[in-house]
């Protein structure tokens, strides 16, 4: 009888520690960079080719552009390899017939993928911005300024050169909307751009204090 209850006894406590030590081992899987309570400061520079619709009443155009933009961002670790904050951009593009500056802001989010000893942290992240757009056509007067609705998907490698500093290489798709009026005697323009590119920075992580 005591033989079973001493076994019994080293059965609950075999499983007490496992329990113990199970969300251990799963916090040392995560990089300190990526861990809960961490922050990642970042900059990339981009560009990309945008192919543009726009509609005004009843009729159709079609054109491509080449787009440059800065995008700095600072997102918190809520959860282990996932972050979520926010971005800033500042864009310009320019086709045969228009010149557009765009400053915006909004939230972002991204999902790490790395082991205890990554060099390499592979993410995907998406971020929803809104946009001042500044459209100048065709070397006319500047129209009024209009607001611009962007939705974007990426996917990327961080890949780190100390513990805490990266190289940061991203894809991304975005899609944006907006309307302009050159003049308030003309219909509104609907345009609607897609943007395919590249961007590459700089990132910097800031561990939670341990």
Same mark, same amino acid.
């Given at each position: 009888?005591?033989?079973?209850?001493? &076994?019994? %006894?080293?059965? #609950?406590?075999?499983?007490?520690?496992?329990?113990?030590?199970?969300?251990?081992?799963?916090?040392?899987?995560? !990089?300190?960079? #990526?861990?809960?309570? %961490?922050? *990642?400061?970042?900059?990339?520079?981009?560009?990309?080719?945008?192919?543009?619709?726009?509609? %005004?009443?009843?009729?159709?155009?079609? /054109?491509?552009?080449?787009?440059?933009?800065?995008?700095?961002?600072?997102?918190?670790?809520?959860?282990?390899?996932?972050?979520? +904050?926010?971005?800033?951009?500042?864009?310009?593009?320019?086709?045969?017939?228009?010149?557009?500056? /765009?400053?915006? /802001?909004? !939230?972002?989010?991204?999902?790490?993928?790395?082991?205890?000893?990554?060099?390499?942290?592979?993410?995907?992240?998406?971020?929803?911005?809104? %946009? &001042?757009?500044?459209?100048? *056509?065709?070397?006319?007067?500047? !129209?009024?300024?209009?607001?611009?609705?962007?939705?974007?998907?990426?996917?990327? #490698?961080?890949?780190?050169?100390?513990?805490?500093?990266?190289?940061?290489?991203?894809?991304?798709?975005?899609?944006?909307?907006?309307?302009?009026?050159?003049?308030?005697?003309? !219909?509104?323009?609907?345009?609607?751009?897609?943007?395919? +590119?590249?961007?590459?920075?700089?990132? /910097?992580? #800031?561990? &939670?204090?341990?």
């Amino acid at each position: 009888m005591n033989m079973n209850r001493l &076994r019994f %006894s080293q059965a #609950i406590v075999t499983a007490a520690l496992i329990a113990l030590a199970t969300p251990l081992q799963a916090q040392r899987t995560v !990089p300190a960079a #990526i861990d809960r309570g %961490s922050m *990642i400061v970042d900059g990339s520079a981009s560009i990309s080719r945008s192919r543009s619709t726009a509609e %005004s009443d009843g009729t159709e155009a079609k /054109a491509t552009s080449t787009q440059v933009s800065l995008l700095p961002s600072l997102l918190y670790f809520v959860a282990p390899r996932f972050a979520v +904050g926010g971005s800033l951009e500042l864009s310009r593009f320019k086709n045969d017939a228009v010149t557009s500056t /765009a400053v915006g /802001a909004g !939230p972002s989010a991204r999902l790490y993928f790395a082991g205890q000893s990554a060099t390499a942290l592979p993410y995907v992240g998406t971020s929803v911005r809104v %946009s &001042r757009v500044s459209v100048d *056509i065709d070397g006319s007067s500047s !129209p009024p300024s209009t607001t611009q609705l962007g939705l974007e998907g990426v996917a990327g #490698i961080t890949f780190l050169f100390s513990r805490q500093v990266g190289i940061v290489t991203e894809a991304f798709v975005r899609r944006q909307s907006y309307s302009n009026s050159v003049s308030g005697n003309l !219909p509104a323009t609907d345009v609607t751009t897609t943007d395919l +590119g590249l961007r590459v920075g700089v990132a /910097a992580f #800031i561990p &939670r204090s341990r």
